[in-house]
């Protein structure tokens, strides 16, 4: 799904910005330095002056003159920094500023092949976007570690649960060095969704591209690009931003109709994701014997051997709340 112009430059009026506000800042700390720093603005104004000569020097067929500049230089910085430190002042004080180093806030960074590629982080601020709708950003808000509570959990249940907590987390602290898929199974209100809105935040938040969907909503998306002939061009928009975002969640597996174009679309997305090593998480009320039967064989198979199964038991915590809420009323 590509961006709208409006979207697209409002990304790129969202850089300029950056770039606007770290300059400021930098030109402030220059003039702070400056004015504390006794002799700094002397050994700053002396780099223009040195690269100058040395210049002159190359055009009059100086071959050392290069490398002396080098020396000059790298001498300078030494310091620079040896003013700083004297003064208080962090060494890397006067270094650019960047809301992202890799892009330098251009929203762009060069392939190994030599081609211009949007950077991690526009590919962030661009899914962002392109699906708000999936309500993500309402539900991380509201799921996450800092609302967890092991209250509404007792014996077997609490034990299940707090090992779900504990894989959560290790998936989060592993996420881009070990490709690890994670199935969160078992009966309805049991906290499958509230785990994944906390992953979701946690990479979110780590600068990892997330895509959320309900299954309902997943299936209806792809079928409406894919039925719509004026809608093809978007839909491998889509797919490629389907296939590649690191982490796909998909909440509420079973809560579609399903027929044999979801089955094939599941099993594509399972299949291709795994090919190019990006995780996948699903939530599901399903039994795993109800899985088997409700899907395809291949489908199963992906699952029960790619994905580590996280089963959750227990009342549900929904009904549980208003019941606990009601009684302190009365």
């Given at each position: 799904m590509a961006l709208t112009n409006s979207q697209y430059k409002s990304v790129i009026r969202d850089y300029?910005?950056?770039?606007?506000?770290?300059?400021?800042?930098?030109?402030?700390?220059?003039?702070?330095?400056?004015?504390?720093?006794?002799?700094?603005?002397?050994?700053?104004?002396?780099?223009?002056?040195?690269?100058?000569?040395?210049?002159?020097?190359?055009?009059d067929g100086d071959e050392g003159a290069l490398d002396e500049l080098h020396r000059d230089?790298?001498?300078v910085a030494h310091r620079q920094k040896r003013l700083l430190a004297e003064y208080g002042f962090p060494s890397d004080y006067l270094e650019p500023l960047y809301g992202c180093a890799d892009c330098q806030d251009t929203g762009y960074v060069t392939s190994p092949e030599g081609l211009k590629e949007k950077c991690r982080c526009f590919r962030q601020k661009e899914i962002r976007i392109l699906y708000a709708q999936s309500n993500i950003q309402n539900m991380i808000g509201q799921e996450n570690f800092t609302t967890l509570s092991y209250d509404y959990y007792k014996g077997a249940d609490l034990r299940r649960f707090e090992a779900a907590v504990t894989l959560s987390r290790d998936f989060i602290r592993n996420f881009g060095e070990n490709y690890c898929n994670l199935f969160f199974y078992g009966t309805v209100g049991t906290g499958?969704?509230?785990?994944?809105?906390?992953?979701?935040?946690?990479?979110?938040?780590?600068?990892?591209?997330?895509?959320?969907?309900?299954?309902?909503?997943?299936?209806?998306?792809?079928?409406?690009?894919?039925?719509?002939?004026?809608?093809?061009?978007?839909?491998?928009?889509?797919?490629?931003d389907f296939y590649g975002c690191g982490l796909l969640i998909i909440d509420d597996l079973g809560t579609e109709?399903?027929?044999?174009?979801?089955?094939?679309?599941?099993?594509?997305?399972?299949?291709?994701r795994h090919l190019r090593n990006k995780s996948t998480l699903i939530s599901t009320n399903l039994s795993l014997e109800e899985l088997r039967d409700r899907y395809s064989d291949r489908i199963f198979s992906r699952i029960t051997s790619g994905f580590t199964l996280c089963k959750l038991t227990g009342p549900d915590i929904r009904i549980l709340k208003k019941r606990m809420a009601n009684e302190k009323k009365g």
């Open positions: 300029e910005h950056t770039r606007d506000t770290n300059r400021a800042l930098s030109a402030a700390r220059r003039e702070e330095v400056y004015s504390a720093v006794p002799g700094y603005r002397d050994l700053a104004e002396s780099v223009s002056s040195l690269s100058v000569a040395s210049a002159r020097r190359m055009l230089l790298a001498s499958k969704s509230f785990l994944s809105g906390c992953i979701a935040r946690e990479l979110l938040q780590a600068g990892h591209s997330v895509i959320y969907f309900s299954a309902s909503g997943l299936f209806d998306t792809l079928a409406r690009y894919s039925f719509d002939y004026k809608t093809r061009d978007a839909l491998q928009d889509f797919y490629e109709i399903t027929n044999s174009f979801v089955t094939s679309q599941l099993f594509s997305c399972l299949n291709e």
